[in-house]
């Protein structure tokens, strides 16, 4: 998928695959609380570690969850952190927001186990869905379109 982003980008735009893809991983997270719904419930009943609706609605979910994130945020972060930052400083930013990005990955990892715990899977993949709506919302209203542009348009949208 992310070969298809590749491909495609320069035709497609970034922002319809910013848009496209993270709101596809919105759905995919939120057929994932539903599911896990499904699971809780049943498993809480049966005894059962995993019921089968519910298991396959999961497994298609976070694959529809990965397709989506390889065509969005996967390549297209990168490519949109290289160009809309100002020549002057442009390393300093793209280097900034590297180190916030793996920072923010590694804050999730330590947080995630203790999260799940606390309030379950259900609730922690409704959490997830609501961050992915507040992504969508700042990419439609904050990420300018940057294809067929050249880094001195770019740099001219930020000043208006």
Sequence with gaps: ??????????????RPL????????????????AAQGGVDAAAGAAGVADVG???????????LYVGCYQISFG???????????????????????TFVNFASNFGVSLVLPTLQETIGMRSTYGIFAVIGVAAVLNIYYNVPETKNKTLEQIEALWRK
Excluded: C, H, N, Y
């Design 53 to 63: 609706g519910a298991a396959w609605l999961s497994a298609a979910a976070l694959l």
């Design 1 to 14: 998928m992310t070969l298809v982003a590749v491909a495609t980008v320069d035709k497609l735009g970034r």
């Design 18 to 33: 910013l848009l496209g893809g993270v709101g596809g991983m919105v759905v995919a997270l939120l057929l994932l609380t």
């Design 75 to 97: 390549p297209i972060s990168w490519l949109i952190v290289g160009e809309v930052f100002p020549l002057a400083v442009r390393s300093q930013a793209i280097a900034l927001a």
